[in-house]
């Protein structure tokens, strides 16, 4: 029957009774139905599936289907190993993916290094303590878990950075899925660590919830390696790649850094700056020197207007009344990372799944009026953040978007006494 059904052979309408079956597979493992069952008929009626299809059938269950991202989350573990074994090789004729400093060779070997650590020296640890917990091997596997941590610069830079691109090309359901799952990678871990270090979970726990992140860790590279990648190559251009790969660095690595950087045959002639750089001249007004901005009580050349913003002791972000990235400031230390892909997304697709709810009420409360400013203070590491949402309108109430304000005020909050004149 798959012969049937094989969209490259038969077009759109096969594709779609295709994707109609993918969805209905999916939707009986939701209503409680054992793997065993629905792999026997995933096996029998499809066959091969390639990754564009289970990125729209994922769309599909949260968008057309009304199925929550939490759910998609559930599942995804379950069909994942049912196309685990069918889902196709996707070949490239170049190859660019192979080549060292590319994005997704330094994915691949980041996870090459995760997987060391979490299938050999985490495993082997765990079992040492499965046979005789010990204050010795808690702090081996202490240390694991700290050098663990690492994942958050592999998943941030997911996030940030590859998860924008791929929703411009209207692909959503596997990122917000994905990002829900490394949130809850990156919470196992965390709580599985202050669990061991104040020895408050017997071991019984403890090597229950060991086991699930080595099982959710492997899960997770199968998934970026077998769908999220291979997708990502069939729809990113060469330019989006570099792109990638040039603002990588601001984010960082994990466990291990490109052997060099990535020079493509074909160099981009534009770099991302000068782009902007002559839209922004493009853009003034007559009367105002080229490369000149006017404001109210003064005019600034563009170097001295962003030399400005970038030296505030603070992290500015802006997004419009629609709800998108436009502007944030790049100061030498920022304290949460921000990459040029953010911009033009909305700013939902720039948190997890599970606060974007949070997200929409404060902007819901902002455009109503109901609130100009809401703030937040959050310990992080050695930093106290202070965290502030204004409301920017114009002059006559109109609602013209929301300024982000984050300051570490760890250092203001130890001053003490008085500095009147410089010493």
Same mark, same amino acid.
């Given at each position: ?26 939707? $009986?493992?939701?209503? @409680?139905?054992? #793997?065993?069952?629905? *792999?026997?008929?995933?096996? !029998?009626?499809?066959?091969? /599936? ?46 660019? $993916?192979?080549?060292? @400093?590319?994005? #997704?060779?330094?994915? *691949?070997?980041?996870?090459? !290094?995760?997987?060391?650590? /979490? ?50 090309? @209207? ?17 196992m871990i965390k709580e599985t660590k202050g669990k061991l270090a104040d020895g408050s979970a017997d071991p019984e726990t403890i090597v229950m919830d060991l086991e699930r992140i080595i099982k959710e860790v492997n899960e997770m590279i199968f998934k970026e390696e077998n769908i999220l990648l291979p997708m990502a190559l069939e729809k990113l251009t060469e330019d989006e790649w570099v792109s990638i790969a040039r603002e990588s660095d601001q984010i960082g690595f994990c466990l291990t850094a490109p052997e060099r950087e990535w020079i493509p045959e074909r160099v981009p002639l534009q770099s991302l700056g000068e782009e902007e750089e002559g839209t922004a001249q493009a853009g003034t007004e007559a009367g105002v020197p080229q490369g000149y901005v006017k ?129």
């Amino acid at each position: 029957m798959s012969e049937l059904i094989n969209n490259r052979e038969y077009g759109a309408p096969e594709q779609s009774r295709r994707q109609q079956m993918l969805k209905e597979i999916i939707k $009986e493992l939701h209503q @409680g139905k054992s #793997v065993e069952e629905v *792999k026997a008929r995933f096996e !029998e009626a499809v066959g091969d /599936v390639t990754v564009t299809e289970i990125s729209a059938m994922e769309h599909a269950l949260m968008d057309e289907e009304g199925i929550p991202v939490e759910e998609v989350q559930r599942l995804c573990s379950v069909h994942t190993a049912i196309f685990k074994g069918s889902i196709e090789d996707i070949h490239r004729s170049s190859k660019p $993916e192979e080549q060292p @400093g590319h994005p #997704v060779h330094t994915f *691949k070997l980041e996870n090459r !290094e995760i997987e060391r650590l /979490v299938n050999f020296k985490l495993q082997l640890h765990l079992d040492k303590y499965r046979k005789a917990p010990s204050s010795e091997i808690v702090y081996k596997l202490l240390e694991d878990l700290n050098l663990l941590m690492d994942l958050d610069k592999h998943y941030s830079r997911k996030e940030n950075l590859l998860f924008p691109y791929l929703e411009k090309y @209207g692909i959503y359901g596997p990122t917000k899925v994905m990002w829900g799952v490394d949130d809850g990678i990156r919470m196992m871990i965390k709580e599985t660590k202050g669990k061991l270090a104040d020895g408050s979970a017997d071991p019984e726990t403890i090597v229950m919830d060991l086991e699930r992140i080595i099982k959710e860790v492997n899960e997770m590279i199968f998934k970026e390696e077998n769908i999220l990648l291979p997708m990502a190559l069939e729809k990113l251009t060469e330019d989006e790649w570099v792109s990638i790969a040039r603002e990588s660095d601001q984010i960082g690595f994990c466990l291990t850094a490109p052997e060099r950087e990535w020079i493509p045959e074909r160099v981009p002639l534009q770099s991302l700056g000068e782009e902007e750089e002559g839209t922004a001249q493009a853009g003034t007004e007559a009367g105002v020197p080229q490369g000149y901005v006017k404001f109210e009580t003064s005019v600034l050349s563009m170097e001295q207007l962003e030399a400005v913003m970038n030296h505030l002791p603070v992290d500015l972000t802006f997004i419009d009344e629609n709800d998108v990235v436009r502007y944030f400031s790049h100061g030498k230390e920022r304290i949460f990372a921000r990459t040029k892909a953010v911009i033009g997304r909305t700013v939902q697709n720039c948190h997890p799944p599970q606060s974007v709810h949070v997200v929409n009420q404060l902007l819901e409360d902002f455009k109503a009026g109901r609130k100009d400013v809401e703030d937040f203070w959050i310990p992080v590491k050695d930093k106290f953040v202070y965290i502030r949402y204004f409301a920017v309108r114009s002059e006559d109430g109109r609602y013209l978007g929301t300024l982000e304000f984050t300051q570490n005020i760890a250092p203001i909050r130890e001053l003490q006494g008085q500095k009147r004149i410089l010493s």
